[in-house]
């Protein structure tokens, strides 16, 4: 069976960092483009950060810019969030998603959560003092 599997999540003071992996299983990631998610209890899932096959083209959400950084390593079929600054409102269970190559942009991956083919089930991200 296909697998994505997140990891990474934890507790961390506000201002502080965390690198979440997602790791995939049983197919390759460079021929998808991969999509952080995010959803705190109540809340709708968000899109939060996506890029591209190759890793050429990237997307954040507004409220991540200039503290979280999308990347992957396809040697290793994982793709990387580096999250800085953390704050509270950053605390969510994190999800991450595939969908095949030329499918979708970027844009519409993180803009949508409803075609992806793939997704994980999830690690916890808390920013707490």
């Known amino acids: 069976q296909l697998q994505l599997v997140e990891s990474g999540g934890g507790l961390v003071q506000p201002g502080g960092s965390l690198r979440l992996s997602c790791v995939g299983s049983?197919?390759?990631?460079?021929?998808?483009?991969i999509g952080w998610f995010r959803q705190a209890p109540g809340k709708k899932r968000e899109g939060v950060s996506c890029?591209?096959?190759?890793?050429?083209?990237?997307n954040y959400a507004d409220s991540v810019k200039g503290r979280f950084t999308i990347s992957r390593d396809n040697a290793k079929n994982t793709v990387f969030l580096q999250m800085n600054s953390l704050k509270p409102e950053d605390t969510a269970v994190y999800f991450c998603?595939?969908?095949?190559?030329?499918?979708?942009?970027?844009?519409?991956?993180?803009?949508?959560?409803?075609?992806?083919?793939?997704w994980g089930r999830g690690t916890q991200v808390a920013v707490s003092s």
């Open positions: 049983g197919f390759a990631l460079s021929d998808y483009t």
């Open positions: 998603a595939a969908d095949p190559k030329g499918q979708s942009t970027v844009q519409a991956m993180c803009a949508r959560d409803d075609f992806q083919k793939y």
């Open positions: 890029i591209s096959p190759a890793g050429f083209s990237t």
